[in-house]
């Protein structure tokens, strides 16, 4: 297949371009490198686009014909989301409508979208599966719930088929070394522990302590970068397999483990102590995230296979 991979010079686009083009698939990045790096895209095409521009994303549709759309590229972070709105619902939201729209316009129908568990909010239930009432407390997740109402829409009139993965805390890098994790400002818990544990932090801030958990600090479900691309490969096969319905999936570990907890285990994991300081909570974070992955592994055969949050921890190390 053709696959345009939108953002795949991020963190986990760079991933699922090297796992697609692995598969033998004819992998086209298509990124503004806003958050991405050139360097990233080991493999395959790589076009500068962003998806702001309309003109430029017909001109590499015409060109390439891809079969299938996979979507990385939005922004993420939770913090930013609530101080700066409209950038996150002009890039994620009105970023995606045009790509939909050059999707619809040169007749390519299967989408693949990178959601998040931010479009359930503070969770009435735990583990969270498909079915669980969606909340979104920040603008980031309300900018990835509007997409998911899009594209039931576009469902409907243009017959545009999509697989939505909504993933908890994506974690880890590519066993081989050749791709890591690489935000600027880094924002991610691991990759900041990891830092910190190398010298390049002075220490590691802890934001809240007075969650309603187990220690007082948030407790999430942390999923292998690879695994993520593993599954959005099965997706897309599902998709480009005939006339079948759109899907929407919840993909994590099954397993929360607190802020506090996964310092323990960096610490018990590389031997070395470091510097925690405990800090005020940030506007938007819910206590508890912990996916139910159970329709992913029941239809698509979903297994991840760095199922451990150890394990996760020692592809960093």
Same mark, same amino acid.
């Given at each position: 297949?053709?696959?345009?991979?939108?953002?795949?010079?991020?963190?986990?686009?760079?991933?699922?371009?090297?796992?697609?083009?692995?598969?033998?698939?004819?992998?086209?990045?298509?990124?503004?490198?806003?958050?991405?790096?050139?360097?990233?895209?080991?493999?395959?095409?790589?076009?500068?686009?962003?998806?702001?521009?309309?003109?430029?994303?017909?001109?590499?549709?015409?060109?390439?014909?891809?079969?299938?759309?996979?979507?990385?590229?939005?922004?993420?972070?939770?913090?930013?989301?609530?101080?700066?709105?409209?950038?996150?619902?002009?890039?994620? @939201?009105?970023?995606?409508?045009?790509?939909?729209?050059?999707?619809?316009?040169?007749?390519?129908?299967?989408?693949?979208?990178?959601?998040?568990?931010?479009?359930?909010?503070?969770?009435?239930?735990?583990?969270?599966?498909?079915?669980?009432?969606?909340?979104?407390?920040?603008?980031?997740?309300?900018?990835?719930?509007?997409?998911?109402?899009?594209?039931?829409?576009?469902?409907?009139?243009?017959?545009?088929?999509?697989?939505?993965?909504?993933?908890?805390?994506?974690?880890?890098?590519?066993?081989?070394?050749?791709?890591?994790?690489?935000?600027?400002?880094?924002?991610?818990?691991?990759?900041?522990?990891?830092? @910190?544990?190398?010298?390049?932090?002075?220490?590691?801030?802890?934001?809240?302590?007075?969650?309603?958990?187990?220690?007082?600090?948030?407790?999430?479900?942390?999923?292998?970068?690879?695994?993520?691309?593993?599954?959005?490969?099965?997706?897309?096969?599902?998709?480009?397999?005939?006339?079948?319905?759109?899907?929407?999936?919840?993909?994590?570990?099954?397993?929360?483990?607190?802020?506090?907890?996964?310092?323990?285990?960096?610490?018990?994991?590389?031997?070395?102590?470091?510097?925690?300081?405990?800090?005020?909570?940030?506007?938007?974070?819910?206590?508890?995230?912990?996916?139910?992955?159970?329709?992913?592994?029941?239809?698509?055969?979903?297994?991840?296979?760095?199922?451990?949050?150890?394990?996760?921890?020692?592809?960093?190390?």
């Amino acid at each position: 297949m053709t696959l345009f991979i939108v953002g795949g010079a991020g963190y986990i686009g760079s991933h699922m371009v090297k796992l697609a083009h692995l598969a033998g698939h004819k992998v086209i990045t298509l990124d503004n490198l806003s958050t991405g790096h050139r360097d990233a895209v080991l493999y395959g095409a790589f076009e500068y686009c962003d998806i702001q521009d309309a003109n430029r994303l017909n001109e590499l549709f015409k060109k390439y014909t891809p079969d299938a759309v996979m979507h990385f590229s939005a922004y993420s972070l939770v913090g930013e989301s609530m101080s700066d709105p409209y950038k996150y619902y002009n890039n994620n @939201t009105v970023g995606t409508l045009n790509l939909l729209k050059a999707m619809i316009d040169n007749d390519c129908k299967n989408f693949i979208f990178s959601s998040t568990a931010a479009v359930f909010g503070n969770p009435e239930y735990i583990p969270i599966d498909e079915k669980h009432p969606k909340n979104p407390i920040n603008p980031y997740g309300k900018s990835k719930l509007m997409i998911e109402q899009m594209l039931e829409d576009f469902d409907s009139a243009y017959g545009l088929k999509y697989v939505v993965f909504r993933y908890f805390n994506a974690a880890g890098h590519d066993e081989s070394g050749e791709l890591t994790e690489r935000h600027d400002p880094e924002t991610h818990l691991l990759p900041l522990i990891m830092q @910190t544990v190398r010298g390049e932090r002075e220490a590691i801030s802890i934001y809240g302590n007075d969650y309603d958990t187990k220690d007082g600090t948030c407790v999430r479900d942390y999923i292998h970068v690879n695994d993520l691309s593993r599954v959005h490969l099965q997706g897309v096969e599902y998709l480009m397999s005939g006339d079948v319905d759109s899907k929407v999936y919840n993909l994590g570990n099954g397993e929360g483990f607190s802020v506090k907890e996964i310092i323990e285990k960096v610490k018990e994991i590389t031997g070395k102590d470091f510097k925690v300081i405990e800090d005020e909570r940030r506007a938007g974070d819910p206590d508890t995230l912990i996916a139910s992955s159970q329709r992913a592994k029941d239809e698509l055969g979903f297994k991840p296979e760095v199922d451990r949050v150890e394990d996760i921890i020692k592809t960093l190390v």
